[in-house]
């Protein structure tokens, strides 16, 4: 997800989640209220398997690490009963760096005409650019809430659809090559999702909507309505919105707008899918992220079930609607 900052229509600090910088807000429609529904999801699993990703070390392309934490993945998303496709590329980093790079592709109920995407990027940031000690810098970052949590979320979520697949399409995808970007170039960053859009691993793939999961873990996180995400599926933001504030988690989804993000549902944009991105954003923060962001500290330390939680519950809900 990038991360730098352009001024839109004089209002909105537009930001990219590799390197964003989040200022200046407004108010976003009014969210539904829709009546809870029971559902499955149990944060401590969603936990574990974000620490299960952390303890393979930082997951940075051409790494064993990396190697090893996607094949479980893939193995992970088999035993919980999805169709999976490893879409594997070579991408070529800003830096002229080729990325050995893996899309893990599942699919629940696939001869279903409707169809749900939830996605999230599983790699890590090679650098901790932006941690207060420079000797840091040149080391990669655990990722733990950049990039793990989303991940763990969509696992813990496989889990309960390998009980109760509903019967409409649900499809999770975990995209790489995300966080291998650099400052003032919106097109370094999510090489993976790129990829994925131009190459589709399923012909005439084309989701009805997509929900993309980033940063989602972090202990203290609230997430506004990211302005890309309301341009391109309000109703979709909205119902979602609606969805957290009936089960009370309207302190941690805030109804209102926070910045726009060049993450990885950019790219489904603009290839005409509907999407938005829950993500993390942090008005009083430089960067508009978590303070952990792309530092030597995004480690589990920073991760709170209670915040895995209220996502996964809110994203299951919707779902069961």
């Avoid at 399409?169 to 975990?174: A, C, E, K, M, S």
């Amino acid at each position: 997800m990038r991360k730098t900052a352009i001024i839109l229509a004089a209002t909105l600090a537009v930001t990219a989640c590799g390197g964003k910088k989040a200022t200046a807000e407004s108010s976003a429609p009014e969210s539904a209220a829709p009546v809870p529904v029971e559902v499955s999801f149990n944060a401590d699993s969603a936990y574990s398997y974000v620490a299960r990703q952390v303890a393979f070390g930082p997951r940075v392309p051409n790494t064993e690490a990396h190697r090893q934490c996607g094949a479980w993945l893939a193995s992970e998303l088999r035993r919980h009963g999805a169709k999976v496709t490893e879409q594997k590329a070579s991408l070529k980093a800003f830096d002229g760096t080729m990325l050995d790079a893996l899309n893990i592709f599942g699919q629940y109920n696939p001869a279903a005409k409707e169809r749900i995407l939830l996605l999230a990027h599983w790699d890590c940031r090679p650098w901790a650019d932006k941690d207060p000690d420079p000797a840091n810098h040149d080391k990669p970052v655990d990722g733990a809430n950049d990039g793990a949590s989303g991940t763990g979320v969509l696992l813990e979520i496989a889990r309960q659809l390998s009980a109760k697949a509903p019967e409409k399409g649900i499809d999770i995808l975990f995209v790489d090559a995300e966080d291998w970007g650099t400052d003032g170039d919106e097109d370094s960053w999510a090489l993976g999702a790129k990829y994925f859009m131009e190459n589709l691993p399923v012909e005439g793939y084309s989701p009805d909507e997509a929900i993309l999961l980033d940063m989602v873990g972090g202990k203290d996180a609230v997430f506004c309505r990211e302005y890309f995400s309301e341009r391109a599926a309000p109703g979709l933001a909205q119902a979602v919105w609606g969805i957290a504030a009936s089960r009370g988690y309207d302190h941690i989804f805030l109804n209102r707008m926070g910045s726009a993000v060049t993450d990885d549902h950019v790219q489904l944009i603009s290839h005409g899918i509907p999407a938005i991105d829950i993500i993390e954003y942090h008005p009083d923060s430089d960067s508009g992220f978590n303070p952990r962001w792309h530092t030597a500290a995004d480690n589990m330390e920073g991760i709170d079930p209670a915040t895995l939680r209220a996502v996964g519950e809110t994203v299951m809900q919707y779902i069961a609607n």
